[in-house]
């Protein structure tokens, strides 16, 4: 009884990980090795945002090979653009 507790415990800790709430967006941000960060829809309208993924379409395409789109550019650029984008 005991071990079925566990796995349900990590099997709904996993799908929380996993899980994106509405009105949001995983994507995969990097150059070499991509971190998984959540954002809300409303950046995909702001100008700045766009052309991160008009660089994102010139370079996979519609092909993203983490699943989710990826955005070609360093953690701290990203950091910086969303951290401003929060403000406005």
Known sequence: ???RQI???SLSN???L????KGHLAVYVGEGE???????????N???FQELLFQAEEEFG???PMGGITIPCSEDLFI?????????
Do not use: N, Q
């Not at 991509?34 to 995909?44: A, C, D, E, H, M």
């Not at 910086?80 to 406005?88: G, V």
């Open 7 to 9: 796995l349900r415990r």
């Open 14 to 16: 996993e799908r929380r």
């Open 62 to 64: 519609f092909h993203h």
């Open 1 to 3: 009884m005991a071990i």
């Open 18 to 21: 996993v899980e994106v709430p």
């Open 80 to 88: 910086d653009l969303t951290s401003r984008l929060s403000r406005t």
């Open 46 to 48: 702001h100008h700045l």
């Open 34 to 44: 991509k971190k998984r960060f959540v954002i809300p829809l409303s950046y995909l």
